[in-house]
Nanobody, 126 residues
Framework: EVQLVESGGGSVQSGGSLRLSCAATIDGFSRYCMAWFRQAPGKEREGVAA???????RYTDSVKGRFTISQDIAKSTLYLQMNSLKPEDTAMYYC????????????????????WGQGTQVTVSS
């Protein structure tokens, strides 16, 4: 069983920073893909950043150069450092896990993820 618990969301002004964390219980999996998705009201859930157990990462174009995804495998924790935040980054952010490497299938395909956290809200004001 996989459990994901996000934290670190909040309200910041444009240009500010936040770091999201996802505490994961993922015992027994040696190769997997984890990602951050976000969903704004009235919009579809979209992939923001993904990371494979072996390190390769991928970002959606709108966050490149501003967001950094990382993982502490020993602590089973996924992070998303968000800098230079913009109002359009406002959304509920979700941590996701799939028991398949990121090299297979599109890392931002919502349907390919087996487990999801409950989400943490990020609000950026102008």
């Amino acid at each position: 069983e996989v459990q994901l618990v996000e934290s670190g969301g909040g309200s910041v002004q444009s240009g500010g920073s936040l770091r999201l964390s996802c505490a994961a219980t993922i015992d027994g999996f040696s190769r997997y893909c984890m990602a951050w998705f976000r969903q704004a009201p009235g919009k579809e859930r979209e992939g923001v950043a993904a990371i494979d157990t072996r390190g390769p990462t991928r970002y959606t174009d709108s966050v490149k150069g501003r967001f950094t995804i990382s993982q502490d495998i020993a602590k089973s924790t996924l992070y998303l450092q968000m800098n230079s935040l913009k109002p359009e980054d406002t959304a509920m952010y979700y941590c996701a896990f799939r028991d398949l490497s990121c090299i297979y299938y599109n890392e931002f395909d919502v349907k390919k993820y087996n487990y999801w956290g409950q989400g943490t809200q990020v609000t950026v004001s102008s």
